[in-house]
């Protein structure tokens, strides 16, 4: 049995929010430890300021590197997170065109030539036109292939 494009991608979309979600609290949870290792760092000091400058530099060292580790983890996470939002707006984009032909790309109607015998009678370019349907080029160099 044939399933159609958009139940596909629309299962597609379910599970890109699902793991859209899931990023985002990582993303809050590696800020929250970001914001503790920051101010647990100055705790630290103050609390080891009495046991000289050794421990107080082996501290800060530490805690130093756990911060750009934290950091290091979090711009992962936001990367991530943006393929992921990026995956999903072209997901929807492709189930908005399914269903009623709209389209986040250019629809061509820059290619318009209204002294061509053929193209504005075949709807070659503009709204809801084969180039409309079939563009997935945002850059002028690709639309121009």
């Not at 501290?59 to 996470?77: D, G, N, P, R, T």
């Amino acid at each position: 049995m044939l399933h159609h494009p958009s139940s596909e991608y629309q299962s597609q979309a379910e599970e890109l929010t699902a793991q859209i979600a899931s990023a985002r609290s990582a993303i809050n949870r590696l800020s929250v430890m970001r914001l503790l290792v920051f101010t647990s760092t100055f705790l630290l000091i103050y609390l080891l300021f009495n046991y000289g400058w050794v421990a107080i530099a082996i501290i800060s060292l530490l805690e130093i590197v756990a911060f750009l580790i934290l950091v290091k983890q979090h711009v992962a996470k936001q990367g991530s997170l943006l393929f992921l939002e990026t995956k999903l707006l072209l997901i929807k984009n492709e189930i908005s065109n399914l269903t009623n032909g709209e389209n986040i790309y250019p629809d061509g109607s820059e290619f318009e030539d209204n002294q061509h015998p053929y193209t504005a009678d075949l709807d070659i370019f503009g709204k809801h036109s084969l180039f409309a349907h079939i563009n997935r080029c945002h850059t002028a160099a690709g639309m121009r292939i």
